[in-house]
């Protein structure tokens, strides 16, 4: 019986468990083996559904998300083991690259909207995502207006030494322009490429200017213009004049005649033009026995409305010394100025009563005659 059993367990190390079912004799027993059943791995059925990630915009779950722009455009990612087999967004499908990347760009109306992202496996499991959206055109103001269109252009001129040594020299045109100079580009939108400032300037000098803008601004540009220094009033011939650097007390030629700034005033094709000046006579160019009285508008009528005014220091009669009052008020008003929209006439309302009450000029705000107003207003913008 031994040596049967260890033949037994020899033919069992021999054959493995593969060896079919079998029976062994011997004379006195018999035993059966059976085959020993294979492994075998039941495939689990995939129930997990898609993964979906936004990518941009960035937004929070369940929050709203504002946007001022009427396209929406959708970057995301999209995972799944078994692949995708379809993704709609707002119930048009969308191509989902290899790495599983999508994108997409949605139209809307103005207004809030629910933009559902459904992604699809391979194997019918889907997920939802939904991105809760309002569209709220964003509210352009008057200045991003008026900087998207058009530009401000300046001539600054300030004039103190004269060639001619029988016109008095004076003590404050350049520093009163530098400092208006300053105080445009840096607290409003006047860029400084775009303003130019003339010291001591020939009457050469001032018409190469006049004729550089004339070419340069547009109907959607605005124009500020300053003069500090010598004026002049012919009473016999009712005609004003600067006096530029170059002036000669007994020789007109060199003057610079109101006339030849209205014929570049009529050239200068811009929104808004104002004139500003120092100087004696100065009101001479401006409309006479005008009663300006303009009434109390919004800022963006006066703005869409051509404008030609002159704010001056004085009357067309009238002398102004040489430590201007109307320059120091206009330039501390337009520096302590906090507004971010100051019209030309609320700047001379402003500072009319205090140069009044600090010296005995009178100074004027009004229509330049013939030269294409319309009712508008200068408006100075604050950064």
């Not at 124009?223 to 020789?251: Q, T, V």
């Not at 300006?292 to 009528?301: G, M």
Request: hydrophobic share 40%; with cysteine.
């Amino acid at each position: 019986m031994k040596k049967i059993l260890a033949w037994i367990m020899l033919f069992s190390f021999i054959s493995g468990p593969v060896m079919m079912a079998q029976v062994i004799k011997s004379e006195r027993s018999s035993i059966k083996f059976n085959k020993v059943p294979e492994k075998v791995e039941v495939e689990e059925q995939d129930t997990d559904p898609p993964v979906i990630e936004i990518i941009t915009p960035s937004f929070e779950e369940g929050k709203k998300m504002v946007i001022e722009e009427d396209k929406l455009d959708l970057i995301g990612l999209v995972k799944d083991k078994t692949g995708i087999s379809s993704l709609m967004v707002r119930s048009s499908e969308v191509e989902v690259a290899e790495t599983g990347i999508f994108k997409t760009s949605i139209y809307l109306d103005e207004g809030d909207h629910l933009i559902p992202i459904i992604a699809i496996d391979s194997n019918g499991n889907h997920s939802k995502k939904e991105l809760w959206v309002a569209y709220v055109p964003r509210v352009i103001t008057l200045a991003e207006r008026i900087n998207s269109e058009g530009k401000y252009y300046g001539l600054i001129i300030g004039i103190e030494h004269y060639e001619d040594p029988d016109i008095m020299p004076l003590d404050n045109p350049i520093n009163d322009a530098t400092r208006l100079y300053n105080i445009l580009v840096n607290n409003y939108t006047f860029d400084p490429e775009n303003v130019l400032l003339r010291t001591d300037a020939t009457r050469e000098a001032i018409i190469k200017s006049l004729d550089y803008l004339s070419q340069k601004i547009t109907p959607n540009d605005n124009l500020l213009i300053f003069y500090a220094g010598h004026g002049h009033w012919d009473r016999r011939a009712n005609i004003g004049y600067w006096l530029p650097s170059d002036a000669e007390k007994d020789n007109k030629s060199d003057w610079f005649r109101n006339s030849t700034l209205v014929d570049y005033l009529k050239e200068v094709k811009s929104k808004h033009t104002l004139l500003i000046t120092d100087a004696c006579f100065g009101g001479s160019i401006l409309k006479r026995n005008s009663n300006f009285n303009i009434a109390s508008k919004a800022i963006e009528r006066l703005y869409e409305l051509p404008s030609r005014r002159a704010m001056t220091s004085g009357n067309y009669d009238e002398e102004v010394p040489d430590r201007s009052a109307f320059t120091q008020f206009l330039i501390s008003r337009l520096a302590n100025n906090l507004e971010k929209y100051f019209s030309a006439e609320e700047l001379y309302s402003s500072l009319r009563t205090a140069v009044i009450n600090n010296s005995d000029v009178v100074p004027q705000y009004e229509v330049i005659q013939d030269v294409g107003d319309e009712g508008g207003d200068f408006i100075f913008i604050r950064k």
